[in-house]
Every structure is written in structure tokens, then in C-alpha cells.
């Protein structure tokens, strides 16, 4: 049980392991999501590419599975995400290359009041705008997604306008959810979280409804930590803004012939996930922490980089890891 009501949630891909679910016969997966998690985040079931397949056509199946066994499990619901470069339909891809930013604003509006309408009351928080800064080492260094998001590309005249009405539109198909920002090397304080908090206030500052930003929290072992993030939270909480842990994991580097990660790699990994937790334990506006998937049979990390993986906090048989124990013991000293 977490201290206060700080939510402690999982992502699951729910097309893949809730569909069907039924409560009288759960499988074994299913009973590790209910019993260990308050929250729940679709890994991909709300995405644009899953709910949005065709300009008339949403399809709502797997994302209704998810909140059917939050309901039966008593978990809340963290909404993921509305606007984002990444997992847009084909339809939308073809589109955007003769979009004006009036044709994006219409396409995004009907998209956002749809998705959000049909999970109103359902849905705690909401990623509204995922990913919208790009790194400091990317092409023209940290600025909005201009050129790979499209809906920030057809209005990159007024990128801030857009925004803020992507969040006032949510609000008022959802008035109850809490709506942020968020994104990945976003945890402690540095040029891409400064960019943020200059968003958070313009967007404060012209009455959107942001609630909250979001630091995704996907770590690696061949980087160092940056333990600024608490106070990069209490920045961000200053604004009276909630914020939250979004999608916790911390890869392992693999080497040639290595069938496991080495007790040492083991304990750091337990010491990234433990210090995300104290931060948002020790930030009372942390709202949420969330880990991307709760067992190695099930990360996304091998697909994407080959060369690390074991990220997660239970092994393929969901044999918990140190990471598990050490947020269990913080939570319990909390
Ligand atoms: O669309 C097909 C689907 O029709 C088919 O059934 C399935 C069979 O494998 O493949 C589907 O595509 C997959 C897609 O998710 C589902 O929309 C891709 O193979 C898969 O690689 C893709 O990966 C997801 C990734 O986002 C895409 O960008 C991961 O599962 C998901 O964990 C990851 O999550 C993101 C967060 O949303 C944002 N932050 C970073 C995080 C990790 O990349």
C-alpha cells in the first residue's frame, strides 16, 4: 500500500494480456497487475495508430478491455497520449503533408474530444502533449517538435496556440482529469526540463488547464543519474503543478554471451528505481509512479536497443529483482 495517495502503476499492453480477461480465471500476469499495482497505463491501446485507425473510425476495443479490468480490480487509470510524433496512424501521415494548421487544429480537436469524451470519469490523468521537445543532441538542439511532430509542423507558426488549446479541449471533454506534459531525459534539471518549465508557464500563463508534467523515467546503465530530479519536481510543483513518474525502467548493457546482468548491475539498477521513487515520495505534488512494464518477458527495451535489456523490475518468470524490493521497502518506510 503506498503512503498518501500516491498512485503506484504499470504500463500493460492490454490488446496482448487483458482482452478476454476474465476475473473468476485470471493467468498469472494478470494476477501480478492486479495485486502489485493501484494504476494502470495502456502501453500503446490509447495511442492515435490504436483508437484512430481511419479519419472516421474509432476503435475503442482494447482500450475499453484496460478500463473493464482497472474497474474489476479497483485501479485507477493513467490516459496515454494524445499528441505525439510517434504512432500515427497512416492516414494521418498522408494527411499532414497538405495540412494547414486550421486542418491540423480540426483533425486534432475531433481526435481529443472523441478519445478523451469516451473515457470521461474513467481517467486520473492524462498525457495530453508526449514528446514534444526534442534533445538537446538532436538536429537544431532542444525546440518543439516541429518538423517529425505533425500537428506542431502544420501550426509551427504558433506552436504554444495549438497547445493550449489541445489541453483546454481535453479539459472540457474531462474536467476531472489532471492533464499533462511529458517526456523521456526529462528527470533532473537540464536544458530540455528548462525548456519545459518556460512552456509549463507561457502555457499557465495563457489559463490552459496544464495539470502536471511528466518525467518518463526510461534510464540505462551506460549513462550516470542525474539526482537533480527532486528538484527539478519542486520546480515544476512550484508552478502548482502535480507531477509524476511515468514510465520507469532502467536497461542493463548486455555482453556478448552474458545470459544475465551481474549482481553489481543488479543493485545499481535497484538504487535509479529507488532514487525516482524517494523524489516523488519526497515531492508531496507527486501524484504517480509508474514502471513501463513489469517483467522482462514483456519490455520494449530489446526490441529498440539490441545492445541492453532486464529493465524491468521482475524477471520473465516475474521473479521480483532488488528494483522491486527497494521500492517496496521505501514504500513501506514512507
Ligand atoms: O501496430 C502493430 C499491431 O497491429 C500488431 O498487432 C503488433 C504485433 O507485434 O505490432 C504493432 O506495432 C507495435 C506497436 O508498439 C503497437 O502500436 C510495434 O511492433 C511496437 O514496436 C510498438 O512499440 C511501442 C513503442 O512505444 C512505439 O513507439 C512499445 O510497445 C511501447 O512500450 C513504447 O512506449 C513508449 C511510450 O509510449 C512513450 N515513451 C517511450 C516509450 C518507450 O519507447
Redesign the pocket.
Same mark, same amino acid.
Given at each position: 500500500q503506498a503512503p498518501r495517495d500516491l498512485a503506484i502503476g504499470s /504500463?500493460v @499492453?492490454a #490488446?496482448q494480456h487483458l482482452v478476454g480477461y476474465d476475473a473468476a480465471a485470471p493467468t498469472e500476469f494478470q494476477e501480478v497487475l492486479a495485486g502489485q499495482f493501484s494504476s494502470l497505463t495502456p502501453? =500503446?491501446d490509447m495511442?492515435w495508430? /490504436?483508437v484512430h485507425p481511419a479519419p472516421d473510425v474509432y476503435d475503442f476495443t482494447s482500450a475499453d478491455a484496460l478500463i473493464a479490468f482497472a474497474k474489476a480490480n479497483h485501479q485507477q487509470v493513467r490516459g %496515454?497520449?494524445l499528441l505525439w510524433h510517434? #504512432?500515427n496512424p497512416a492516414w494521418v501521415t498522408a494527411a499532414s503533408a497538405t495540412w494547414t494548421c486550421d486542418d491540423a487544429r480540426a483533425v486534432l480537436e475531433d481526435h481529443i474530444r472523441t478519445v478523451v469524451g469516451h473515457f470521461k470519469g474513467e481517467i486520473y490523468e492524462w498525457d495530453v502533449a =508526449?514528446?514534444i521537445f526534442q534533445d538537446e543532441w538532436d538536429n537544431g538542439g532542444v525546440k518543439l517538435r516541429t518538423t517529425a511532430n505533425p500537428f506542431l509542423k502544420a501550426c509551427a507558426a504558433d506552436p504554444v496556440g495549438l497547445l493550449a488549446d489541445a489541453f483546454r479541449w481535453a479539459h472540457e471533454a474531462d474536467p476531472d482529469a489532471v492533464l499533462f506534459l511529458n517526456d523521456?531525459n526529462a528527470e533532473g534539471i537540464n536544458a530540455k526540463t528548462d525548456a519545459y518549465y518556460a512552456l509549463a508557464q507561457q502555457l499557465l500563463a495563457a489559463g490552459a488547464p496544464l495539470g502536471g508534467f511528466g518525467a #518518463?523515467g %526510461?534510464l540505462s546503465l551506460l549513462y550516470g543519474f542525474d539526482t537533480s530530479i527532486q528538484a527539478n519536481f519542486e520546480r515544476f510543483a512550484a508552478l502548482g503543478l502535480k507531477v509524476a513518474v511515468t514510465?520507469a525502467d532502467v536497461r542493463i548493457p548486455l555482453q556478448a554471451g552474458e545470459t544475465g546482468p551481474t549482481p553489481e548491475q543488479v543493485a545499481v539498477q535497484a538504487e535509479r528505481y529507488d532514487a525516482m521513487l524517494q523524489a516523488c515520495l519526497n515531492v508531496t505534488a507527486c501524484s504517480s509512479f509508474t514502471v @513501463?512494464g513489469f517483467s522482462d518477458a514483456y519490455s @520494449?527495451v530489446p526490441?529498440?536497443f539490441p545492445g541492453e535489456g532486464w529493465a524491468t523490475i521482475s524477471d520473465e518468470e516475474f521473479t521480483p529483482k532488488p528494483a522491486f524490493d527497494a521500492l517496496l521497502g521505501s514504500l513501506h518506510d514512507a
Open positions: /504500463a @499492453w #490488446q502501453e =500503446n495511442k495508430d /490504436a %496515454h497520449t510517434s #504512432q =508526449n514528446e523521456y #518518463q %526510461h514510465e @513501463w @520494449w526490441g529498440v
